[in-house]
């Protein structure tokens, strides 16, 4: 429950930064990214096994919409929640293949501190089948390239994760005045 909390308030922090947003600048308009990250399962057991955390890795193109803080895209991401289990059975993981589609609000869209917040929906394929996936996120691009985010990756139980990634962007910087 308290990484639940931690992610709320790093969103809120973003949010009350972002209060005072400026015009956004003409950018790039695609982008791309890579992060990776770690979180915890919102569950905290499972079946009496303690969760140890989870893994995000994942990929992501974006669009930049001309004269708007806004853009929309698509990711693609490994999830993996694991769970210690009690001797003689091995530890247990729940994983599974994210596929959403995304759209952001940049608040200084251009600027060098570029809080962000977005959603994504898609689905989660898992060993049991294809799962509706719900991502709510906040964060902030840093320098145009290094983009820090707070997820909620909720699908079913023991799938949901809260995690904190870590993310080098390419493309979506400020166009060069002609």
């Not at 639940?4 to 972002?18: F, K, P, Q, W």
Request: net charge positive.
């Amino acid at each position: 429950m308290g990484t639940i909390r931690t992610a709320i308030t790093i969103c809120l922090l973003c949010l009350v930064s972002a209060i005072g947003s400026a015009e956004p600048l003409p950018v790039q308009r695609i982008e791309g990214e890579i992060r990776a990250g770690m979180g915890l399962p919102f569950d905290n057991k499972y079946y009496g096994n303690k969760s140890y955390g989870a893994l995000n890795i994942g990929l992501e193109l974006r669009y930049n919409f001309k004269n708007t803080g806004w853009d929309c895209g698509v990711i693609a991401q490994i999830v993996s929640n694991g769970y210690e289990s009690e001797e003689p059975w091995p530890s247990i993981s729940h994983s599974y293949w994210g596929l959403s589609f995304c759209g952001n609000f940049n608040f200084r869209q251009g600027h060098r501190v570029n809080p962000f917040a977005g959603l994504a929906l898609g689905t989660a394929l898992t060993d049991d089948g294809s799962l509706v996936l719900v991502s709510p996120r906040v964060g902030v691009e840093l320098l145009h390239h290094i983009r820090i985010s707070a997820e909620l990756n909720i699908t079913r139980r023991y799938y949901n994760n809260a995690c904190l990634t870590l993310g080098i962007v390419f493309g979506g910087r400020p166009k060069n005045p002609k």
